[in-house]
């Protein structure tokens, strides 16, 4: 994992206490993995390891599309398409999320 980024499922496990239920197959390779993880004491139990590798692959696309977004805002400022920010835009822009927040409309990431 890049340092500095990291997920924190613990607030939308808590808003989302129901969990659903899930069978995979896998090979006997990867079933001795995966009991030797939960074996070294790292894991609580398989379910716990399953979770790990989903945030973990969440984190990875997330940072997939931000380095996607990235890329493209440097090639708008590589053909100038960029329009420089003024004293205060920032602020303002905060603001107008804040208040969209506030109303439900903001964007989630």
Not at 16 to 29: E, G, K, Q, R, S
Not at 43 to 66: C, G, H, P, Y
Not at 85 to 92: A, F, H, T
Request: charged letters at 30%.
């Amino acid at each position: 994992m890049a340092e500095g980024f990291s997920v924190d499922f613990s607030a939308f496990l808590a808003d989302n206490p129901i969990m659903a239920t899930i069978t995979i197959d896998l090979p006997d390779v990867m079933k001795e993995f995966l009991d030797r993880q939960v074996h070294s004491g790292r894991f609580k139990d398989s379910s716990t390891f399953v979770q790990m590798l989903i945030a973990e692959a969440v984190r990875n696309q997330w940072r997939e599309e931000a380095d996607q977004k990235l890329r493209e805002a440097l090639a708008e400022h590589e053909r100038g398409e960029c329009v420089p920010l003024q004293k205060g835009d920032c602020e303002k822009m905060v603001g107008e999320y804040l208040k969209r927040k506030a109303n439900g409309q903001a964007k989630k990431p």
